[in-house]
């Protein structure tokens, strides 16, 4: 395949639209680990293996670049595999360098030393896995001085969105969005920092306010995936069919990946 997308469920799904939609041409291989979501919930070892074991998948189906569309396995797994593990001549990027690069306006090619931007208090929602790594702030530290972070662990959240139940995933929105605001009342800008979040952002900037800049993750990935693209074009896959799989039961995943995006999309056992 051209490129794999890998995610411990259906968030990801978020970002395999808008490639879709950027990249029509773009074939890709996504590969949903649907047995055992969600991952915030894992330990950083748990996370590390489950997430090279399903790298391992997308490289076996013909994927030299998989992007890890999922912040958790971003946050816990993507420094070790890249320092230990992901051979040579294959690529695994996550999705915080995309949304830091949005948040500071300094390219991740820009290698000068840490400065002030703009933004100073900003809101990170996300799993308490991504939440424990601390992973956004570090790599947030290469690029930038004087950002306030305050981070809340949306648990539930995406178990309600892979279940499908929107009037729950609403009511925890609200409530973590309340619990973030009583330690920091006026952010400048929100992170949504888990794929499945893009699904409730309305509801995020509704609770936050107006004024509140939210950042979600599918567009700022899409489109730093089309620019390594046009500089590594021989990281590309030989594969000219988009495929989707799965470690769970093909058809329940199928289901809720339809009822996901509003269209069909149609897994097969991984």
């Known amino acids: 395949m051209a490129v794999g997308i890998f995610d411990s469920g259906l968030g990801g799904l978020t970002v395999y639209d808008q490639i879709a939609a950027d990249m029509p041409d773009l074939p890709v291989c996504y590969f949903a680990d649907s047995a055992n979501t969600p991952y915030g919930v894992r330990t950083a070892d748990d996370i590390y293996n489950l997430t090279c074991a399903a790298t391992q998948s997308l490289f076996d189906a013909g994927c030299d670049l ?33 949304m830091i690069e949005a948040l500071t306006e300094r390219n991740w090619g820009d290698n000068s030393p840490p400065r002030e931007v703009d933004v100073r208090d900003v809101a990170l929602f996300a799993t308490p896995a991504t939440v424990a790594s601390r992973a956004f702030q570090r790599e947030l530290a290469f690029r930038a001085i004087g950002v306030d972070v305050e981070t809340q662990p949306c648990g539930g959240l995406v178990d309600a969105l892979e279940d499908g139940d929107e009037m729950l995933a609403e009511a925890l929105v609200r409530s973590h969005v309340d619990a973030l605001k009583r330690r920091m009342p006026n952010p400048q800008a929100a992170i949504l920092g888990c794929t499945h979040y893009p699904l409730m ?70």
């Open 201 to 270: 952002q309305k509801a995020f900037q509704d609770a936050l306010g107006e004024d509140v800049k939210v950042f979600s993750q599918a567009n700022l990935v899409s489109a730093s995936l089309a620019d390594y693209l046009k500089r590594h074009p021989n990281m590309l896959g030989q594969g000219t069919q988009t495929r989707f799989l799965t470690t769970g039961i093909p058809a329940q995943v199928t289901d809720r990946a339809t009822q996901f995006l509003r269209r069909k999309i149609q897994f097969e056992a991984a």
């Open 66 to 98: 998989v992007i890890l569309a999922c912040n958790t396995a971003s946050a816990a797994a993507l420094r070790r595999m890249q320092e230990n593990w992901v051979p040579t001549d294959k690529r695994v990027l996550g999705v915080f360098v995309p």
